[in-house]
């Protein structure tokens, strides 16, 4: 069941937040993906496939973090990117997850659509903000020298126990690894398209591929809702599994 937290009240969140349950952040951009695919690609793919996977488990969902690391690669402001500093970005998420951290909150995931690339600047940052906030939060809580205390020297053996800190926040790609052998990683090509008119059929116009020119585009005539359903039902199914640990 899904839990909004943008529409939710203090009694169903309080509760959830002591049922501990996963706690889960879309985070996208606003990028260029040419003529026929919407502006908030990476951003509506995130969505589509957090609000699956609350119809599968119980799950606080939190509003979209729709402006993210999107870079220039593909193309520059003047076709509409809007790209946040990676460092800015990093600074953002960080003072998000703080509040969620110190207000009570664990079992923490944001998951990103954009890139498919091993250490991504998006990716990269909000690994670091949330790496960065778990030790600051150990050293406010429990003291300088806190690991190196008498008092925790069984802090290793105890890793696997239900309040592990380095559990508390997680980063998860929406396109995870098994998915892949369905449709590759692309950009606004079949792939992409297929995943994201399954999820948004209004994100995508079919009649507009004819006008799109750039080289990365041309496969998009060969999208698939249902090779798009596969990928994102398989997608749904590793992330359930990589939540539950």
Same mark, same amino acid.
């Not at 690669?73 to 990676?86: F, Y």
């Not at 995931?109 to 600047?121: F, I």
């Given at each position: 069941?899904?839990?909004?937290?943008?529409? #939710?009240?203090?009694?169903?969140?309080?509760?959830?937040?002591?049922?501990?349950?996963?706690?889960? =952040?879309?985070?996208?951009?606003?990028?260029?993906?040419?003529?026929?695919?919407?502006?908030? +690609?990476?951003?509506?793919?995130? $969505?589509?496939? =957090?609000? !699956?996977?609350?119809? &599968?488990?119980?799950?606080?969902?939190?509003?979209? $973090?729709?402006?993210?690391?999107?870079?220039?690669?593909?193309? #520059?402001?003047? !076709?509409?990117?809007?790209?946040?500093? +990676?460092?800015?970005?990093?600074?953002?998420?960080?003072?998000?997850?703080?509040?969620?951290?110190? #207000?009570?909150?664990?079992?923490?995931?944001?998951?990103?659509?954009?890139?498919?690339?091993?250490?991504?600047?998006?990716?990269?940052? +909000?690994?670091?903000?949330?790496?960065?906030?778990?030790?600051?939060?150990?050293?406010?809580?429990? #003291?300088?020298?806190?690991?190196?205390?008498?008092?925790?020297?069984?802090?290793?053996?105890?890793?696997?126990?239900?309040?592990?800190?380095?559990?508390? $926040? !997680?980063?998860?790609?929406?396109?995870?690894?098994?998915?892949?052998?369905?449709?590759?990683?692309?950009?606004?090509?079949?792939?992409? +398209?297929?995943?994201?008119?399954?999820?948004?059929?209004?994100?995508?116009?079919?009649?507009?591929?004819?006008?799109?020119?750039?080289?990365?585009?041309?496969?998009?005539?060969?999208?698939?809702?249902?090779?798009?359903? !596969?990928?994102?039902?398989?997608?749904?199914?590793?992330? =359930?599994?990589?939540? &539950?640990?």
């Amino acid at each position: 069941m899904k839990i909004d937290m943008a529409m #939710g009240f203090p009694k169903e969140i309080e509760k959830a937040k002591a049922d501990r349950l996963p706690v889960l =952040i879309p985070v996208g951009t606003m990028e260029y993906h040419s003529e026929h695919c919407a502006y908030g +690609c990476d951003s509506l793919v995130s $969505i589509g496939i =957090i609000d !699956k996977i609350a119809e &599968k488990i119980d799950a606080v969902v939190l509003p979209p $973090i729709w402006y993210g690391v999107a870079s220039f690669a593909v193309a #520059g402001p003047e !076709k509409n990117t809007i790209h946040v500093d +990676c460092d800015t970005f990093e600074a953002y998420m960080y003072a998000i997850l703080k509040s969620l951290i110190y #207000g009570g909150w664990r079992n923490i995931y944001m998951v990103l659509s954009h890139q498919t690339e091993d250490y991504n600047p998006m990716e990269l940052a +909000c690994m670091k903000a949330a790496r960065k906030l778990v030790f600051e939060y150990l050293e406010d809580t429990r #003291g300088n020298g806190w690991w190196g205390n008498n008092d925790t020297k069984t802090f290793y053996d105890t890793l696997d126990a239900a309040d592990n800190p380095w559990n508390w $926040i !997680k980063t998860l790609r929406g396109h995870p690894q098994k998915a892949k052998a369905i449709l590759p990683g692309d950009h606004a090509g079949y792939a992409e +398209c297929s995943r994201l008119k399954y999820l948004f059929p209004e994100a995508v116009k079919e009649e507009r591929i004819p006008d799109a020119k750039e080289w990365f585009t041309q496969s998009a005539k060969n999208m698939s809702i249902e090779l798009g359903e !596969k990928d994102i039902t398989l997608s749904v199914d590793e992330l =359930i599994a990589q939540i &539950k640990g």
